[in-house]
């Protein structure tokens, strides 16, 4: 790793982590998916949320909800982004809460960041949540941070009380 | 096609299941979506008396081990016996006075400890300690107070299935012509299917029937999954092969849609997507199929999908995965899902991989197609309350040999489920 990728991590404070994280959050509420899929690294990305039962869910081996590479997260993008996903459509409402953050050392360029989560969903008059927390590997490219792997681990038993999971957490 | 048997009308009223042949009209009202009745009538009729599924026996493969879930909205594990290495399937709740006695998911143990008295069963379910034993009368029998098995347990292939009406037939003869349905996807696997790890269980607020109908529905698929088909042609999928087929009654209520794969089946249609390096892989599979079971069943086996429905509540889709899929109403609105995805022991991790992706994106309740699924069929229970309206419409198909996308098989299943709700199939006027 240069140098120069290990002074840009190193510049990358917790309040700097928690500003990048806070506005990944108000993107997602936005429905400015387009701008979310900005955040991401340009290349080897990774979005992940393992089933509720199997918190340590490997996606090449275990059945998960979540595991987009670059082309599925686009392709999801373009989904929610149509008319025609029609469990988002009208969108719902989100509030994507974001706290407890914690920054580990850097590993192999990357920055694993955690982070717990609570995401609201309301639509149709109906309320439900999202509670985990997020694992983040985070690096720094042209001067900005940006996320090379998420992956939500939801702490509910069951997607149950939520439903389904058509949004992105 | 299967002529109904009407039971005898007991109230005074008319059926629930209306069909026409003659003005080529079936139709259900919409009270068997929403009537607080329909709802209790069929946890009697139809839950208490059918076969339900359990679980697979992979999920129980060493002795002593145990998965925990509901079946019919009751509490029961199943575990495999130290001693008999058999797969039992107990009422969760300990015979002394009452607790849960299998409080994990999964796990293995020689054991089951109520942590409310300590009484202790064992794997075999025998009570084999009681604290404090010396305090009750020597008369009594402890050998009674082992845990309940449900009535009936048996298994086809792996499959495991519960029924809580003692007199009920055997399984086989409950399974009907889906047995060979089921034969397909074990013998094309060489008979060893594993469930992967990872549930998926969601839930959906409308009525399980519509789960039923929903889940062998050729004719929603192209205007409820338009952004799933625009995925699969953006991998490289070429669609152009259609999904033409047809529908089958498999008898007792079980019905089956079998059609084209316009794409690649781990077993063992190759296509691009799959990667140059599976296909020599794929060609040895089908070539190992065509020895065992012949051209035309191994044709079967590897180039056609196939949705079927076990009544009531039991789906086993072969697409491009296969999942295990169950589903149980909580209330006439409202249903629990559960489902698992099974997969040869052993495969390919790049085939592995692929049939991953395919259930995830397809069939998981945050891929490409099941939450739209799940609008729908919340669209539907939200309209039903509307009133105004008081059939569904269920004739597609009636005057042709069914297409893979009329609705034959709907009506296989309504029909079944008429029989088994007898007269509470009938709406009393005025109610």
């Excluded at chain 1, 290349?43 to 199997?54: A, F, I, Q, S």
């Excluded at chain 1, 509670?131 to 941070?145: D, N």
């Excluded at chain 2, 009751?74 to 300990?94: D, E, I, Y």
């Excluded at chain 2, 180039?303 to 429905?309: A, S």
């Amino acid at each position: 790793m240069s140098a120069a990728t290990e002074l840009d991590l190193a510049t990358l404070d917790r309040a700097a982590v928690e500003d990048f994280l806070y506005r990944e959050a108000a993107l997602l509420d936005e429905w400015d998916l387009d701008g979310w899929l900005t955040l991401w690294a340009e290349h080897g990305t990774r979005y992940v949320v393992p089933c509720n039962d199997t918190p340590d869910g490997d996606p090449a081996q275990d059945l998960v909800l979540i595991d987009d590479d670059e082309l599925r997260m686009r392709l999801r993008v373009e989904r929610l982004n149509s008319r025609k996903a029609h469990r988002e459509y009208p969108h719902s409402r989100t509030n994507h809460q974001v706290y407890n953050v914690v920054l580990g050392s850097p590993v192999d360029g990357d920055l694993p960041v955690t982070a717990s989560f609570t995401v609201w969903r309301f639509r149709n008059g109906k309320a439900s949540y999202y509670v985990g927390r997020y694992h983040y590997r985070l690096v720094v490219e042209r001067g900005e941070p940006r996320i090379r792997s998420k992956r939500a681990v939801l702490d509910m038993t069951e997607l149950r009380p939520a439903g389904d999971l058509a949004i992105i957490l | 096609m299967t002529q109904v048997e009407h039971p005898p009308a007991q109230l005074a009223g008319f059926m629930l299941v209306d069909e026409d042949p003659e003005h080529h009209r079936f139709r259900v009202h919409r009270d068997t979506m929403t009537s607080e009745q329909v709802f209790r009538d069929e946890l009697e009729r139809i839950f208490q008396r059918c076969w339900l599924y359990v679980g697979h026996e992979s999920e129980v493969r060493n002795p002593g081990d145990y998965v925990r879930r509901p079946v019919g909205n009751r509490p029961v594990f199943m575990v495999r016996g130290v001693k008999s290495g058999k797969v039992h399937v107990f009422h969760n709740t300990c015979t002394h006075r009452g607790a849960v006695v299998c409080r994990q998911k999964s796990g293995n143990t020689k054991v089951f400890q109520c942590f409310y008295h300590a009484w202790t069963f064992d794997s075999e379910g025998q009570l084999k300690g009681v604290p404090g034993r010396e305090a009750y009368g020597e008369k009594l029998d402890f050998d009674a107070l082992a845990l309940k098995a449900v009535a009936r347990v048996e298994s086809y292939r792996g499959f495991v299935f519960a029924c809580f009406d003692p007199g009920a037939a055997p399984l086989v003869d409950y399974l009907a012509g889906a047995r060979e349905y089921l034969d397909l996807i074990v013998d094309s696997a060489d008979g060893d299917m594993e469930i992967i790890k990872g549930t998926n269980e969601y839930c959906v607020e409308a009525n399980w029937k519509l789960l039923a109908e929903n889940s062998v529905d050729g004719y929603h698929a192209l205007p409820t999954h338009d952004t799933y088909f625009k995925y699969l042609v953006a991998l490289g999928t070429d669609l152009s092969g259609g999904v033409a087929g047809t529908s089958h009654d498999l008898g007792n209520g079980h019905t089956v849609l079998e059609y084209a794969a316009p794409w690649g089946r781990p077993i063992a249609k190759w296509e691009p997507l799959f990667g140059e390096h599976a296909r020599d892989e794929i060609a040895g599979l089908r070539a190992q199929l065509v020895a065992k079971y012949g051209e035309a069943r191994a044709a079967r086996m590897a180039d056609t999908n196939r949705n079927m429905l076990i009544f009531p509540n039991l789906v086993v889709n072969d697409i491009m995965a296969v999942t295990v899929r169950t589903f149980m109403p909580s209330a006439p609105g409202r249903m629990d899902v559960t489902a698992w995805e099974m997969a040869p022991r052993g495969e390919l991790p790049q085939l592995r991989q692929r049939r991953l992706d395919s259930f995830l994106t397809f069939l998981g309740p945050a891929g490409f197609a099941t939450p739209d699924d799940v609008e729908a069929l919340e669209s539907c229970q939200q309209g039903f309350n509307s009133g105004g309206v008081e059939w569904n419409d269920i004739s597609r198909g009636m005057a042709r040999e069914p297409h893979g996308d009329d609705e034959a098989q709907m009506r296989v299943f309504w029909r079944r489920w008429a029989e088994r709700m007898g007269s509470a199939g009938h709406l009393a006027v005025g109610r």
